[in-house]
């Protein structure tokens, strides 16, 4: 971290300040300009909030040079990390497919979805059962009877299990009955969740929150590892900007970005970032050429009758057909996707 | 909500839309266009999700008309909602000056400060005893110690508690200790939070999420009305733009909007807004010639030093040079701000 | 400007570097932390790029910590500037209120609306004779026809004329013509034309881009203060965010923010900001307690029949209320509001 | 268009409304909801602001069906346009690549960079000789000398040659000299240059907004159409968004979004969006698969001594490595580069 000091800072001042930093257990190198000072810290800042100093009279600038996140950043931990979910993983090679419908909505049609995914080489199952709705009026989900219907689409299909957890009350129950916990952009700083999730050793699927930055991202990546649990799998999704002709704008930058600041896998949910399903395709090979670990798309067996999201849902034709350039392109990428037939376990 | 229908849809797939629409209990209206047909729908639209026509293929946009909020709607309440916070309100003529350190770090701390706000006219205390900071290795807050210090203060000069819930595991503390629970940026579609402190008849103080829309904002008050509790008051705090050069941008044409729009109060916290001291007498005179019904305003006996947010904070001294000024301004816009005398119950 | 080497840079590379540096006339100081090594940059940097040395792959980042502005700067210009326009001044203890339609449509017009802002109190006239239009199949203005009738209503009224400048063509016909040249949002980083404005001695009003930080938006100004002319005024008329429910944000922590950076005056349009003429009252009297040094505001005598942005407008008795308002306030922040007895000179 | 009429307006009001809209020339249909009248404008409303009913005080909400575009519009032109640009084509199988440094500084840099370039796979030189740089003390460009430049370096390698234009008065030269003009970022909405442009027949690369919307920017390719010139090609070069760790976020989503609504083609400059050279791969990767016809990079042969933007750009050997894999990236789609062999002409 390094401080810079206003003009005419005096040096009773400047010693005040040394002595403040160095009470904290940091050692100060000076530095001089022509014009200014300079005040470098030195020692561990990971914990320390910029914004501390910025209140002292005499600083015009904080800058911190070090990044905040240790657990998660690449420097530490120079090897891709591969996350195992269920008996698939995600980070290595082979891409993590996680399709399904936006929500659970029976029995039947979640297993019959289910069996038409592993079909067309999906490798994960996902499908709502706690639905984060803008308003209080809309369909929230089945709940726990959601669950237990992902649990037998499990268990018909051998697919692992991705779904969204919204309320620490539920915690327990998720890691009795789901392979990977997905935390929505919405929660994405709901700090509280994150330290749960934590706790636990299931594997954790963190969307990016629709305004958070890179360091945000990898900052609440770290509450939930610096909890205990490194299985963090980071998802792009879109971020808000003006531009309102799609539902948010697919940052694929993200995915190389975050290649770079962290080892962590991350995957590209194309279908919320766009929110129109003749946008899936692109974004998805997107995320597969810019170095994506995997993807996560909505298939809906009946989009025009979804009870939720159904405008960005493939088809499971579509979905089938999408896959096929999927694996070709992996393949061109010198990666895989996982087949079908390898997944099913029973 | 108006359907737009594509180009050269046929008649009989109209007609299966339209029986699709009136078997959700809605009457269909057609209008015809030299291009184009569309569908009016008829009847209580507020919690259907209109992406849900979006998916079928005739369909080229829906429109919504109506608003999706009921309850925090001024159409259906056009007086100025008034809430009741310990033995003050706010909404009414008088503004509620919220006062008081970014964390609650030590009783002293707390009590002295607090007795500076209440002669400087503030008329509640504000506090975090549970801090959501974006590092996990940053101080969390003093948790229900700080809390208890809260209660001390309050006990000491009377004024009514305002401190942040980030977790529905202490509700119920909350309920018993607070005057009002403060729901922050990063958990304002926190919806599990919502429903739980709408469960309560605790004031609730919503502040807006920082890439929150106004609509989405007031879904957020919808949500916790609709759960049972009618009194919400909303906090405009800065919103997330490209502009780097403040902390978020105060978007001070939040207030006449939602006083358009919702009869509901709302406050405006230049202090967050702004992340840093100089720019809090602007945000704050600009949120009371807006028509704000209140401000929140940080403040630390000794800014250099506080454990958190110290650059946005100010001295007792400056607080109560701008409280002046703001009882002035109340004045001049025919309104006033309780006088600290009237405020004292011991 | 600070460079932050990556670790284990060798010795003869920083040595290379640093003469790099030094050989574009600069002296380098070093400065070592526990793990990283930093080059401080001394000497004039002011017309230096940052990102030049991000090129070099021994470096890390590039921190800069002088202004890249310098004729703007507040520090190397205390005092506030006062541009005289007309007969009038703008930047000291009187507000400048400019106020007129979006598109003057004929003489009858543009004069009878003069002389009613003159009789509620404007100071300036301001009237879109060349427009900016989103359609190019949208009226794009009377141009040299509608320049003659804003000068036939200043001979009318004496009040001075604001309008916008789109081409660098009519630089000679405008300074001739008119009293202040607006430089509009869209055009804000078009250099061609700052440069050509920056050739003449009459005074620019430079309105923010849509999507302009701070830094860029005075950078702009040192264009045309680099080129000569030092008679500059910024308007802050709203940028470009995620909310749509205005029609833009209007950021008014701009004005304390740059009364901070910057000696130049600064006004509020909080007409084109909001874009609703019942937003204009709180974007006005917000500005005005902000310490802005003036306002425009659109008023147009028949808003419902207006060629442009009629729903933004005022009709001249709304005018007439809000500046009785405006007039007030500015005594409450010890400023004022010229009589308009005192503005006419026929 | 679809006009919304407030609750309760008077039959008397609506009739007087009616007239005012059949007074230009388009007929009115009504419709009526249990709450609420519509009035629905039939005829050609592309060039009629929705804004101007806005002001209405009978009106609460306008809505424009139809879009505002129409030379422009997929819907009018079905077919892909292909734009031939020298000997070249943009917009059909071949993708054309656009390569070349920031700025040209010298007659052997451009030379020396053109032949590489070539060898590489481009099919298009790029070079600046008119920069527009945010600092007025940074390089502003060679200028006409920089022209002159360009074209020996065409006509060393024969390659078309691709150069911004930022003033009017350089129009003629840039219709003699060069074989694209580019229209950067921040005049997209320079709309005096866009009809000036619109009056040559030189094709012209017209680059998105920093905050333009797709509206926004197919209204600026509208401009050039409606002045006479068809031959437009859009460029998606990121925008400004919240996200500060890239200097822009690319817009995948923008390509699969223009080829819905335009015939126009479009091309992806991955340099300019993620400003840093690791991030090029993945952008320009993306924007194949994304379906862009064609790609823009910045390659220079020393990038840490570039006079300008030297860190995102690529080396020759770094630019023939991704052209490799963009080759067979291109037929993965079913489409291809243009081989450095055909299109030598000396």
Redesign the interface.
Known sequence: M?I?LKQGVTASAIKELTN?IESQGLAV?H??????E?L?L??DT??M?P??W????EVE?V?R??D??KRANRKFHPQNSIVSVGDQTIGGDRLGIIAGPCSVESEEQIVTIAKQLKQAGANFLRGGAFK???????FQGLELEGLKMLQTAKAETGLPIVTEL????WVDQFVESVDMIQIGA??M?????L?EVGRTQTPVLLKRG??A????WL?SA??IM??GNDNVILCERG????????RN?????A???MK?LSHLPIIVDPSH???????V???A??G????ADGLMIEVHND???????????LTPDEFSSLMEKIR??AI?EGRSVAEASTILTN
């Open positions: 390094i810079v403040r190198s530095f001089t300009d022509i014009k200014r300079f470098g030195i020692g990971t914990g909030d914004h501390q910025q209140a002292s009279p600038q800058i040079v070090a905040p996140y984060p709705r803008t308003s209080p009026y809309s919204m309320s620490t009350k919405r929660n700083q709901n700090f509280d969740l330290k629709l305004s930055t890179y360091k945000e900052m770290e509450y610096a909890a971020i808000r900007t003006f531009e309102t002709g799609t704008t697919l940052d694929i930058q995915v190389p970005v770079e970032a766009g929110g129109m399903s003749y946008l395709e692109a974004g090979k997107s597969v050429v810019a170095g989009p025009a009758n979804a009870w939720s999201d159904g405008e960005q849902c070709s392109l061109f």
